[in-house]
Nanobody, 121 residues
Framework: VQLQASGGGLVQAGGSLRLSCAGTGRTFSTYAMGWFRQAPGKEREFVAA????????YYADSVKDRFTISRDNARNTEYLQMNNLKPEDTAVYYC???????????????WGQGTLVTVSS
């Protein structure tokens, strides 16, 4: 599966953005999906993940209650709704697909190209 992330941009603190990740191919629904991010000078970190059916969702503590992950298998797309954004959310956000929903990036087989989110204070 090939993944294309979009929706990043510049937003003020307290604002919102919605990221999208479009997948190609008929097998999108067979993959668990995740979002990871990498801030300047830092390692890539887990943000959120969703099971194949969408029934299970998982979040990093730093984004819980502010971000919501979802998916639409009919559209081969996953989303990350980000509310109450903070300057520390500034990073390149990557979507990923894997066979098992997981917080570990080495469990994901396919990655999108990343979309930059910048939150100004």
């Amino acid at each position: 599966v090939q993944l294309q992330a979009s929706g990043g941009g510049l937003v003020q603190a307290g604002g919102s953005l919605r990221l999208s990740c479009a997948g190609t191919g008929r097998t999108f629904s067979t993959y668990a999906m995740g979002w990871f991010r990498q801030a300047p000078g830092k390692e890539r970190e887990f943000v959120a993940a969703i099971s194949r059916s969408g029934g299970g969702t998982y979040y990093a503590d730093s984004v819980k209650d502010r971000f919501t992950i979802s998916r639409d298998n009919a559209r081969n797309t996953e989303y990350l709704q980000m509310n109450n954004l903070k300057p520390e959310d500034t990073a390149v956000y990557y979507c990923a697909a894997g066979r098992v929903v997981n917080r570990r990036e080495n469990m994901y087989d396919y990655w999108g190209q990343g979309t930059l989110v910048t939150v100004s204070s």
